[in-house]
């Protein structure tokens, strides 16, 4: 397997699950202080 | 206010939307586009793609939806007036057009995953499907009836109908189940994959880069359709999913969310498909080149032939095909939500009345495809659906809201709601670059098919199944915006 396809594949990774995962936490985040606030819905 | 369905949590919103976006191209398309334009290098334009265009559609969609609180059509006549409501029309006819061919290749799966265990297609797998569905010569030969395929037909409306029949909350206790377990039986698959000799050599087919292929137009077209295909728009789905929210729910972190799940599966499926193949390659003795297809063929002829060779084939082939209809299954059923969505809206109908009407219809219309001639015409509306429907459509709605009703406008309620801000960024998104990079792609198809016949079908198959059919569906998106919103109380538009 050539350097530049693993290479590729961590990058390309990186950006998607670490995308991913960013954006879950930050839902994550602002849930748990909406749900401290008292949800207004 | 007329009660509207809701979901039951924001996790169960998003896990539809994912649901609704993971589909059988993620599986069948993406690794293939990924090879046929070189490789890794795909990769960018493809991230590229899903900046630029896709995530700022999804966050369109769901901004609509969320704002006026309606389906597609609903919103769009709130947004842009009768001129853009026959869009959300378009939009739901060409969505409908789409799930009656769907739930016909999810009855292929059901015949499949009926015949597993003792797996006929292992002689000649192409002459296995080709027996299944009865295949004639071409589209001007009707053929027979395929009762296999007529029977996954019925279990796959009857299930559509059993799963939206109560609205958003059951949708979102299947979604529970229908979402993970493909990745999870994906990954079972990508592991027995690994283990087997040649694994590796599809994979560096599938991820070795090469940069020259950034050069070419079609590679960035391929990406820019990719990203557009796979995240369902166009269908007025996302729409009327997040209408099922409160008006103050997430926007834009929702969309980031989706599109991440929805490419982050396409590029994992990438690694299952591939290793195969190069197990495949191998055990036959041939180039990964000559064992390469995407589209049903993947699914249907080649994953079967690799899946036949391996130990526990019918363990692996019971999961491969448990892959696809859960896959299927809930793009399948979002798409018929968006419509009735809609219809409901528009006459008043009860979720359980609209669903059984439009199961029913779809069954029925479906018929066209248990025939012997149906794999073609399959072939020539999903062709015309996709390249003129759906990608229209998205301009359109570009046009509507970019250039219309204000993307800025749009924007401060997408920010006044959401977990973060978005920029001036999207505006110009909006209004030039995907409208541009879609009228594009229009034009640049147009030419094409002009220029040679799709698959080398009759014309006349072409113009009753193409354009016969798109001229159709803008007409009764004509027609249904022609008849007057029914009301109630003082509410409605």
Redesign the interface.
């Known amino acids: 397997?050539?350097a530049?396809?693993?290479i590729?594949?961590i990058i390309?990774?990186g950006?998607?699950?670490g995308?991913?995962f960013f954006?879950?936490r930050?839902?994550m985040k602002?849930?748990h202080e909406d749900g401290q606030q008292g949800d207004?819905? | 206010m007329a009660h509207r369905d809701r979901w039951a949590s924001r996790p169960a919103f998003i896990m539809a939307a994912v649901g609704s976006a993971i589909g059988l191209g993620n599986l069948w398309r993406f690794p293939m586009e990924a090879y046929d334009n070189g490789g890794g290098a795909f990769l960018i334009p493809y991230l590229v793609a899903l900046m630029t265009a896709g995530i700022p559609l999804v966050i369109l969609e769901f901004a609509l939806g969320q704002r006026f609180q309606r389906s597609s059509p609903g919103s769009l006549h709130q947004a842009g007036g009768k001129p853009a409501e026959i869009i959300g029309w378009w939009a739901l006819a060409v969505g409908t057009t789409i799930s009656i061919y769907y739930a016909a290749i999810m009855a292929w799966s059901w015949d499949y995953l009926a015949c597993s265990i003792w797996q006929p297609w292992c002689d000649n797998p192409q002459a296995f499907f080709d027996g299944i569905l009865q295949v004639t010569d071409g589209p001007g030969v009707i053929g027979g009836i395929s009762w296999p395929v007529l029977a996954g037909l019925a279990v796959t409306w009857i299930a559509i109908y059993w799963i939206i029949k109560k609205g958003a909350l059951r949708v979102g206790k299947v979604v529970l189940v229908t979402v993970p377990l493909p990745f999870i039986l994906l990954v079972l698959i990508m592991i027995r994959g690994l283990t087997l000799p040649g694994s590796l050599e599809g994979l560096r087919y599938y991820l070795t880069p090469d940069f020259s292929a950034l050069l070419n137009a079609k590679t960035w077209l391929a990406a820019y359709a990719q990203v557009f295909f796979s995240l369902t728009l166009g269908f007025g789905v996302l729409t009327a999913y997040s209408s099922y929210l409160p008006k103050r729910s997430d926007v834009a972190n929702n969309a980031f969310i989706t599109c991440f799940a929805d490419a982050g599966f396409a590029y994992f499926a990438g690694f299952s498909v591939f290793s195969v193949l190069g197990y495949l390659a191998q055990a036959q003795g041939v180039p990964i080149a000559d064992v390469v297809k995407g589209g049903p063929g993947l699914a249907f002829v080649i994953y079967p032939t690799a899946i036949s060779l391996m130990p526990l084939a019918p363990v692996i082939a019971i999961m491969f095909f448990l892959t696809l209809l859960t896959l299927g299954i809930d793009s399948a059923f979002s798409i018929v939500e968006g419509a009735i969505a809609g219809l409901r809206e528009k006459w008043h109908l009860s979720q359980e009345r609209a669903t059984a009407i439009f199961c029913v219809f779809g069954f029925l219309v479906g018929l066209v495809y248990v025939t012997g001639a149906g794999f073609y015409w399959l072939d020539i509306v999903d062709h015309w659906m996709n390249n003129y429907g759906l990608v229209v459509i998205g301009f359109l709605e570009c046009i509507a809201i970019g250039w219309f009703y204000g993307a800025r406008k749009l924007r401060a309620f997408i920010n006044e709601v959401s977990d973060f801000k978005i920029g001036w960024w999207w505006d110009l998104l909006i209004t030039w670059v995907t409208p541009g990079v879609l009228g594009w792609a229009i034009v640049a198809n147009m030419i094409e098919e002009f220029r040679v016949p799709y698959e080398g079908y009759p014309q006349w198959a072409l113009w009753i199944g193409g354009w016969g059919l798109w001229v159709g569906l803008i007409a009764i998106a004509v027609l249904i915006t022609s008849i007057p919103w029914k009301r109630i109380g003082k509410e409605q538009a």
């Open positions: 397997m050539p530049s396809a693993i590729t594949a390309v990774g950006i998607l699950y995308g991913f954006c879950v930050i839902a602002k849930g207004g819905d």
